[in-house]
Each structure stands twice: as C-alpha cells, then as structure tokens.
C-alpha cells in the first residue's frame, strides 16, 4: 500500500531540484494559513456573525410585537427612535404578499445564519430578505396576518467588516514569504544547475575552460572536486594524443630514410616489395594521427545538416554515393571537424566493403538520426560490439586486403558519444550493413 502510494507521489510532484524545495517550503505555510483561517471562520467569524444576527432579529421580532399592538404613538416613536439611532428603516405595506422570487445565497455564512434566526423566531413562509440587491443594505420582510412590514438596516448589523482586513493580512504576507522563498531557492539552485551543465557539456566531449564553483560551502565542494577531475581527464587526454602525435612523427624520419636509400637500389623486385611495406606502414601512421585528433580541442557550432552532408559528399566525389536530403530544415550544435570526421569514416568504410552507399536522415522528438546503409557483405552479428574496440579487424566477412589498422570504427565511437549519441549496428535492407547513429538536438 504505502510503496503504491509512494510511487504516485513520485509522479505527481515535480522533477526539478528547486520546485521540490519551493513545496517544501511554501506547503507549510500554506497549510499553516488555511488552518488559521478555518480556525477564525469556525470559532470566532461564524460564532460573532451568528451573535450579531440573533441580536438584529431579535430587535425586529421586538418591532413586529410593537406593530401589533393599537398604540399608534408607540409605534411612532420606535420606528422613529430606530431610524435616528440605528439606521432601522421601517415600511409597513398592507394587503401585500411576499416575493416570490428567492434572494438567499445558499452558500453564504451570513445568508444562512440569518435565515436560520428568521426561521426560528417567524417559521416558514412568514419571512423574506435579500442582502444582494443594495450593496450595503439588507431588506427583510416579514408577514403578519393581514400586513407586510420591510425592514432595510446596514449589513455591517449581521457581517463583521475585518473578514476581509484578516483575509487580506493572512494572504498578503504568505505571498511575500513565498516570494522571498523563490528568490533564496532560486539562487540555491543555480550552482547546481549550472555544475548539471557543466558535466552535461564535458560528456558531451566539450572543453569547460572556466568553471567558477559558487554556492552552498558543499555545492561548492563538489563543483571544485568536478572542475580538478575535469583538469585531470584532460591532462590525461592531452598526453595520450601528445604521446600517439609524438610516436607517430618520430617513425615518419626513419621511414623517410628508408624510402632514399631504396631509391638507390637497383633490384626492383625487392623495392617493390619493400615500398609496399613502407606505404602500409605510412597509412598505419596516418591512422594512429588521425586516432590521437578526436581528442583536440574544438567548440561546438551550429551546423546545417542538409548542407553538412552535401560538403561530404562534394569531398569524396563519388558516384555510388547517394543522400536523400531531408525535407526539414534541421540544425545541430556539435564539433564540425570532429563530426565530419567520423562520417567520412563510415561512408568511406561502406564504399571499401560494398559498390553503393546511401545515407538518410530522420528526425524524431529531440534526437537527429542518421542511417548510414551499404551493400557489401555485412558483419555478422556477434561482431557489433568487437568492430568498436580499437585494432579490431574483421578476418571473416570483411576483405583481408583491405588497408586500415582497426581504428576507423572506434574513431567514429568515439566522436559519437562524446557528442551525447549513440551509433547502433545492424542488417541493411541493401543486404550489407546499416549503422544507425542518433544525436541529441
């Protein structure tokens, strides 16, 4: 029982850090003045109203007696009394009935307390009033045996005028209260969403240069802890891509001296043989740079995506290529180079293993996807996952003579998900492989 209803509350309230404060704090006082209020209503507002109600119908039922009796002078004096001292006017209308059209607000405390005391001193269908017709004024009429006597007196005679001075003071300061609220959570919460960016932007593969932590002493803690985890994530990248650029450029000299010195060889058989060894090892270098390069620095900039994919294609001229350009015009922030890069990637991947590739995009709620799809031989499924590691080489469906040292699909990984995608495998309907690749908007 109390997990289901647990469960619902989880629904029902709020997601975000600051609205679940702003309940915390404003339902309290909220509850605290409602509870006030009902507490005035019922035990001071309702009981005095009910008192000043009994009081005026207590005056009136002592009028009705007066105008009972035969003595005129009597009757003169009070009505008169009355008129000058407590705002009483009296009209007496003989030969007249009641109106029959209803002037009671049924859900009016004033209104039910005074018929209740109409009722009980006259009975039924010997009383009618009215408290909306004047703004100011209440109209009573009562019946006797062959007469109508109307009574108009102040409302203030049945309602008390600090209902609303009390509603006013118990609103007024409850929403000053939530006001100030709002402005402390407000700032409260800011260091949290702005430290929630941060990490939300360096997942995504983007380089957070300042990062101010600002806040609470813990939030603070916390954001300093991310921004020195943050320098050591990226010192360590910065090494790894120093160290591949370094060893990469270092093997470029003696290589170099290598190709002089076959130059000067006179056995072409053995050049030959030895070039090819040399370019192979020339392409395995240009890999390994261009591995250690997703790792550069760069911001993310608005890109066309119709036209992005169009310069890739101007690029690689080729005519087995084919895009179906979308029919949206859609925009995404990410790393232009970077994300060209890992395009280039998989199309060119697609052209090695099969004659045609087609590329179409689609777009769902928030996310851009992008289908990549070749008519090769494909990669059997239970190698989805190892063609990501990098130097994985498929030896089965995939050609052995094809040049590459295992790193293209990684590379492309590797982009992907720093951009806060995901990059999926499987069967094209063209009979080779389809990489599907999602990107967040």
Same mark, same amino acid.
């Given at each position: 029982?109390?997990?289901?209803?647990?469960?619902?509350?989880?629904?029902?309230?709020?997601?975000?850090?600051?609205?679940?404060?702003?309940?915390?704090?404003?339902?309290?006082?909220?509850?605290?003045?409602?509870?006030?209020?009902?507490?005035?209503?019922?035990?001071?507002?309702?009981?005095?109203?009910?008192?000043?109600?009994?009081?005026?119908?207590?005056?009136?039922?002592?009028?009705?007696?007066?105008?009972?009796?035969?003595?005129?002078?009597?009757?003169?004096?009070?009505?008169?009394?009355?008129?000058?001292?407590?705002?009483?006017?009296?009209?007496?209308?003989?030969?007249?009935?009641?109106?029959?059209?209803?002037?009671?607000?049924?859900?009016?405390?004033?209104?039910?307390?005074?018929?209740?005391?109409?009722?009980?001193?006259?009975?039924?269908?010997?009383?009618?009033?009215?408290?909306?017709?004047?703004?100011?004024?209440?109209?009573?009429?009562?019946?006797?045996?062959?007469?109508? &006597?109307?009574?108009?007196?102040?409302?203030?005679?049945?309602?008390?005028?600090?209902?609303?001075?009390?509603?006013?003071?118990?609103?007024?300061?409850?929403?000053?209260?939530?006001?100030?609220?709002? &402005?402390?959570?407000?700032?409260?919460?800011?260091?949290?969403?702005?430290?929630?960016?941060?990490?939300?932007?360096?997942?995504?593969?983007?380089?957070?240069?300042?990062?101010?932590?600002?806040?609470?002493?813990?939030?603070?803690?916390?954001?300093?802890?991310?921004?020195?985890?943050?320098?050591?994530?990226?010192?360590?990248?910065?090494?790894?891509?120093?160290?591949?650029?370094?060893?990469?450029?270092?093997?470029?000299?003696?290589?170099?001296?290598?190709?002089?010195?076959?130059?000067?060889?006179?056995?072409?058989?053995?050049?030959?043989?030895?070039?090819?060894?040399?370019?192979?090892?020339?392409?395995?270098?240009?890999?390994?740079?261009?591995?250690?390069?997703?790792?550069?620095?760069?911001?993310?900039?608005?890109?066309?995506?119709?036209?992005?994919?169009?310069?890739?294609?101007?690029?690689?001229?080729?005519?087995?290529?084919?895009?179906?350009?979308?029919?949206?015009?859609?925009?995404?922030?990410?790393?232009?180079?970077?994300?060209?890069?890992?395009?280039?990637?998989?199309?060119?991947?697609?052209?090695?293993?099969?004659?045609?590739?087609?590329?179409?995009?689609?777009?769902?709620?928030?996310?851009?996807?992008?289908?990549?799809?070749?008519?090769?031989?494909?990669?059997?499924?239970?190698?989805?996952?190892?063609?990501?590691?990098?130097?994985?080489?498929?030896?089965?469906?995939?050609?052995?003579?094809?040049?590459?040292?295992?790193?293209?699909?990684? &590379?492309?990984?590797?982009?992907?998900?720093?951009?806060?995608?995901?990059?999926?495998?499987?069967?094209?309907?063209?009979?080779?492989?389809?990489?599907?690749?999602?990107?967040?908007?």
């Amino acid at each position: 029982m109390f997990f289901g209803l647990n469960k619902f509350l989880k629904i029902l309230l709020p997601k975000g850090l600051f609205y679940r404060s702003l309940i915390i704090v404003a339902a309290p006082i909220i509850i605290l003045q409602i509870t006030i209020t009902i507490v005035f209503f019922d035990s001071i507002w309702i009981k005095a109203n009910k008192g000043m109600t009994r009081s005026v119908v207590g005056e009136i039922k002592t009028l009705i007696d007066v105008h009972k009796g035969n003595d005129q002078n009597q009757i003169n004096f009070l009505t008169k009394s009355y008129k000058e001292n407590f705002d009483f006017v009296i009209n007496v209308n003989e030969d007249e009935s009641l109106p029959k059209v209803e002037g009671e607000r049924r859900f009016s405390p004033m209104d039910r307390s005074l018929r209740r005391e109409l009722k009980s001193s006259f009975g039924n269908n010997n009383y009618w009033f009215d408290t909306t017709k004047y703004k100011d004024i209440v109209e009573v009429r009562i019946k006797t045996k062959n007469k109508i &006597i109307q009574f108009l007196f102040p409302k203030e005679k049945i309602a008390t005028s600090s209902v609303r001075l009390f509603l006013l003071w118990i609103t007024v300061p409850s929403l000053l209260l939530i006001f100030i609220a709002i &402005i402390f959570l407000k700032n409260q919460t800011r260091p949290i969403v702005n430290l929630a960016k941060a990490a939300e932007r360096f997942g995504k593969g983007d380089y957070i240069n300042e990062f101010r932590p600002s806040g609470a002493s813990e939030i603070r803690k916390a954001a300093y802890e991310f921004d020195r985890m943050v320098k050591r994530i990226n010192r360590h990248l910065t090494q790894r891509s120093e160290m591949l650029s370094g060893i990469s450029h270092d093997l470029r000299t003696p290589l170099t001296r290598l190709k002089l010195q076959l130059a000067m060889i006179n056995q072409k058989e053995i050049v030959k043989k030895m070039s090819n060894d040399i370019d192979e090892m020339e392409r395995m270098l240009n890999d390994y740079l261009e591995f250690s390069k997703t790792q550069l620095k760069e911001s993310s900039i608005s890109i066309n995506i119709n036209e992005f994919f169009e310069e890739i294609i101007r690029d690689l001229n080729n005519k087995n290529l084919h895009f179906v350009q979308s029919k949206e015009n859609l925009v995404l922030a990410a790393r232009r180079n970077a994300l060209k890069r890992c395009f280039n990637n998989l199309v060119q991947n697609g052209l090695s293993y099969g004659k045609n590739v087609y590329i179409s995009i689609t777009k769902s709620t928030n996310r851009l996807i992008v289908f990549i799809d070749d008519d090769g031989p494909g990669i059997p499924k239970d190698e989805y996952q190892n063609v990501f590691k990098p130097f994985y080489r498929l030896d089965k469906s995939r050609s052995l003579n094809q040049s590459g040292v295992g790193l293209g699909m990684s &590379i492309s990984e590797d982009i992907i998900k720093s951009h806060g995608g995901n990059i999926l495998l499987s069967t094209s309907k063209r009979g080779g492989l389809q990489v599907k690749i999602s990107l967040p908007f």
